[in-house]
């Protein structure tokens, strides 16, 4: 399967984000934010809600270990204070932002590009599209 990328903006800023998901909530896509720093990590992830993507990301293989606690750190998170992952692991949010839209089709404004993609598409016209074969 190809890469698909999602371009769009955050404030002035353009945004290159890797989709983890891409077609699988009907381009309802939003973007996730970690580390915060002068060079954070972002990620697309379409999903129906913040908390859903947020689980989308803890079950993914490649990227999942940047919010998931390790199990020897899990002496750290007292547990009246962890959050947990959709496969029960302890996640770590404190570093994590998702941006984007309450109630809108796309959260996250972006289109989706990729090799497999002749032009730059919609991640609502992506999910739709007709050599969708994924």
Not at 52 to 59: G, M, Q, R, Y
Request: net charge negative.
């Amino acid at each position: 399967m190809t890469t698909i990328k999602a371009i769009g903006k955050l404030g002035d800023n353009a945004i290159e984000a890797e989709v983890l998901n891409p077609g699988d909530w009907f381009g309802k896509t939003w973007l996730i934010e970690i580390g915060g720093s002068n060079w954070p990590l972002f990620l697309a992830v379409e999903a129906d809600s913040v908390s859903d993507a947020l689980d989308e990301l803890a079950d993914n293989e490649k990227y999942g270990h940047n919010i998931v606690v390790a199990d020897a750190d899990l002496g750290d998170y007292p547990e009246e204070d962890r959050h947990y992952g959709p496969s029960g692991q302890v996640v770590d949010l404190d570093n994590v932002m998702v941006h984007g839209q309450e109630r809108s089709a796309t959260p996250w404004e972006c289109v989706y590009t990729g090799d497999d993609l002749e032009t730059p598409m919609k991640p609502t016209d992506y999910c739709n599209r007709e050599d969708s074969n994924e």
